[in-house]
């Protein structure tokens, strides 16, 4: 039997039993062929899990109390070439989440949350954008602090997108002490010249003691998204067991 690697595609067997139905019934070869070249699309779960093994990684390398971490994907799979670098520059995000976000587990306790951070890793489809988030249950931004860098360094600080906007540009850090791991202001710079690259666009929802939440909204090409109806009519796709409710896939053809 082959292993798994390169040159090996992984096709899941409900999707491969609905394309044997429906070549059954007569479904034209375009679309048979369509659709087989879907499954050569990388499944977001992949590098989803890679981030996540970083952040349990990340968190013991800093002594820090591991994480919950949760991937919920939805069956959501992209071009791999095209979307190869934007993982890497998550990264930033997951040391984000590690080392600004989640509380330490006494002061977690303090405010009556469990004692070990949670972090969301999602990815979901429609039949034009793909959405990712990556969401901890941390302390939250300090909206206070990034208002006063901001006016140090003359950038705009009169609303909330202002705000925004000055945590993405290069070299702003609320941390005061540079480390291995961040202070140096190239983080979420980074995230949002990829995610530009990309065509996409960022948000952000951050709320004190809740936790911060990035979304990331990208457009599919279109032969991205002329793939997505076999996956989107499985009834099983999706993640069970996280405390919070996955994104729910959908798709047209």
Not at 84 to 97: E, F, M, P, S, T
Not at 170 to 178: I, L, M, N, Q
Not at 247 to 253: D, E, G
Request: glycine share 8%.
């Amino acid at each position: 039997m082959a292993e798994r690697g390169e040159g090996v595609v992984e096709i899941p067997s409900r999707a491969l039993e609905q394309l044997c139905d429906e070549m059954k019934r007569g479904l034209p070869v375009e679309k048979i062929a369509r659709q087989l070249e879907f499954f050569r699309f990388e499944p977001v779960a992949l590098p989803l899990a890679r981030l996540a093994n970083y952040a349990a990684l990340l968190a013991q390398r800093m002594g820090r109390a591991e994480p919950r971490i949760f991937v919920e994907a939805n069956e959501a799979r992209v071009e791999p070439q095209r979307f190869a670098g934007l993982w890497g520059a998550l990264v930033h995000a997951i040391r984000n989440a590690i080392d600004h976000g989640l509380e330490q587990p006494v002061e977690r306790l303090t405010q009556g949350k469990d004692a070990r951070g949670c972090i969301w890793l999602r990815a979901s489809n429609t039949a034009s954008e793909l959405t990712l988030e990556i969401e901890d249950d941390g302390r939250g931004i300090d909206w206070a602090r990034v208002r006063e860098l901001a006016k140090s360094r003359n950038l705009p600080d009169a609303s909330e997108s202002d705000l925004v906007s000055a945590l993405l540009t290069d070299g702003f850090s609320t941390k005061s002490s540079v480390t291995a791991i961040s202070g140096r202001g190239v983080g979420m710079s980074a995230v949002h010249v990829k995610v530009l690259e990309l065509g996409g666009r960022i948000s952000l929802d951050s709320r004190a003691g809740a936790g911060t939440r990035w979304r990331m909204v990208f457009p599919l090409a279109a032969s991205d998204h002329s793939l997505q109806v076999i996956l989107a009519r499985d009834p099983s796709a999706g993640t069970a067991g996280s405390p919070r409710p996955a994104l729910a896939a959908a798709a047209s053809s």
